[in-house]
């Protein structure tokens, strides 16, 4: 099993700034891919984010040019960077790990709130 452990979430202003961040630990060596992904009230979960053992990295199209995933591997820790962050950003976000025997772990979230 791998561990997940969220941070960086708060309030800002639209336009406003936030990092997440997401320290991994446990089987780490098993983990593939990792990524973000968000749950707004009422709304289904959707992934905002991934990058690959590799660097190779994936966004949905709301967050294009606003968000950047990076993934330190020496301290097996992976970043969202959220700029001109938007209302409808407003959600918790949870860090994921995609384990290469295919099974998913989760972080516990961290809410972002995006106040107009």
């Known amino acids: 099993q791998v561990h997940l452990v969220d941070s960086g979430g708060g309030l800002v202003q639209a336009g406003g700034s936030l990092r997440l961040s997401c320290a991994a630990s446990g089987s780490i060596f098993s983990i593939d891919a990792m990524g973000w992904a968000r749950q707004a009230p009422g709304k289904q979960r959707e992934l905002v984010a991934a990058?690959?053992?590799?660097?190779?990295?994936n966004y949905a199209d709301s967050v294009k040019g606003r968000f950047t995933i990076s993934r330190d591997n020496a301290k097996h820790t992976v970043y969202l960077q959220m700029n001109s962050l938007k209302p409808e950003d407003t959600a918790v976000y949870y860090c994921?790990?995609?384990?290469?025997?295919?099974?998913?772990?989760w972080g516990q979230g961290t809410q972002v709130t995006v106040s107009s």
């Open positions: 994921n790990a995609d384990l290469d025997w295919g099974g998913v772990n």
């Open positions: 990058i690959t053992s590799g660097g190779s990295t």
